[in-house]
């Protein structure tokens, strides 16, 4: 039994599962190269389809993760918004009739997408891959992304926390998830979001909404949270235990959006930083740290509401866009009650997709639970026959390395040397994390490499911290409160005495976003952390993604051409070693 799971509006995906097991992942915007993807995604589909080698006639079921008929509340939100603001109406206005409209079938780019193509679902699929016969599901969003943590999680029991934007209605929803069930506790209804919360700072702060609320997370431990008591106070409200309120006074996420904010949140915290590029101050930076403390207090707090609410389970799993916020993941792991937290590789809506597939097949069809996800490696995969093309094709002499001792201990040599590895392995990660299939690696021995990858590669703001990737058995050695974090979606405090070894992925604060790699989810890579420990001692890399300001590189072709448009010493592709003098001479 084939289930197709989509997403279809911001991060537009897809998901196939066979026979309950999920055999193939992938978001919109690695075949579009346009970041955060919002059209229809024919071409993901269309990967799901050639990965499992069918047609669409072969579908039983596809799962939607929205239910469209339910966007009055929102829709009346973004007209209330437009009508507090004169003055930019008619933009607001337009944004809104473009959100109803449909987006052309997998053939326009807009970032958000359309609710209504939502309504058109089959006859789309039918347009463009041929017959269908099966069932559409239309799901509850929230109850998608309930079953993209807890129903691919370890767990047999859990609380489950599930927080973003919005979803049709609600905000968040507290859960308890047991065998196939989803019980849901309490959900807080739009337009108390403690996303919205969080990315309009991001916007008053002068990063890209909806793209840039990692960049507060890493300047926030620059800052002290001196605004903290404020914002808890009038901002982001806890009347009761579990729950929270925003005063919208303060916090108009879609007149943000416009780049517009509320009076009453300039007299407090003064003029927003104007853009991406505007230098920072104490201001911006305690701004930070007090937008991200809150977040972690409120996040705590639901959490503990639904431990206590909903049978003391001790292990908790979380999705939802805020899911993304590893350094709140860290902390309800080192102080809430829990003993193991499960974060799925992709919390944001891309995953939706594997949680609509597997709603489908255990809350509708019934079917138990056989799917573990481990990895996140579900993307497209290219040999070297492939590789070889792509490399011929620039022109590139190359032959492939058969024996990997030797490929490892050509690329260690670079690693050692202070170079930057280009790395493209294997299938391609499900999610926004880069996680050893397509990632820029490096030596984290030396403080000097973040500068280096920043001039040679990445070009990206210095505060931003760099994550390592570890061997999971050495994980405790290197980090406290270990457990085994495969999707980077852990912050953790580096252990005292370690910090001065790895220097390149340590924050200012102490911490460093954590991934583990086990051997039999990527062999290859593991292997290569293997072989840097026997040569410096460490079991582990920086990793960051491999991408310069566009979506993380799909393709050979991709990876080719941004290695050759970077400073980045080495590329390695499948059993290829390609040196910066081989493409210079």
Known sequence: MYILGLATMGESAAALLKDGILIAAAEEERFTRIKHEGCFPLRAIAFCLAKAGISLAEIEHVGVYWQPFRMGARAKGMLTTALRNPSSFLKQAGSALREFTPAGGGESTASQGSWMELFFVRSLLQKHFGAFRGRLHYLDHHRCHMASTFFASPFEEATILVFDGAGEEVSTTLAVGKGIKLNVLRSIPWPHSLGHFYSTMTGFLGFTMLDGEYKLMGLAPYGTPDHLSFIRRHMLITDKPGSYRLNRAFVDYHAALQGQFPRALREIFGEPRQNDTGAFTDRHQNLAASTQAAFEEVALDLALWAFQEGGQHRNLAIAGGCGLNCAANGRLLR???????????????????????????????????????????????????????????????????????????KTVDVLTRGGVVGWFQGAMEFGPRALGARSFLADPRHETIRDTINAKVKKRELFRPFAPSIKEEAASEYFQGSQPSPFMTLTLPVRDHQRDRIPAVTHIDGSARVQTVRRADHPRYWNLLDRFEKHTGVPLLLNTSFNIQEPIVCTPEQALATFLHSGVDALVMGNYFIERQMVER
């Open 335 to 409: 102080e809430g009650p829990f003993e193991r937290i499960y974060v799925p590789p992709a919390p944001h809506d891309a995953g939706c997709t594997v949680g609509a597939a597997l709603l489908v097949y255990h809350e509708v069809l019934g079917h138990p639970r056989k799917f573990e996800m481990t990895h996140a490696y579900y993307g497209p995969e290219y040999g070297d026959l492939e590789i070889g093309e792509a490399l011929r094709a620039q022109g590139i002499d190359a032959q492939p390395i058969a024996d990997e001792d030797m490929l490892l201990g």
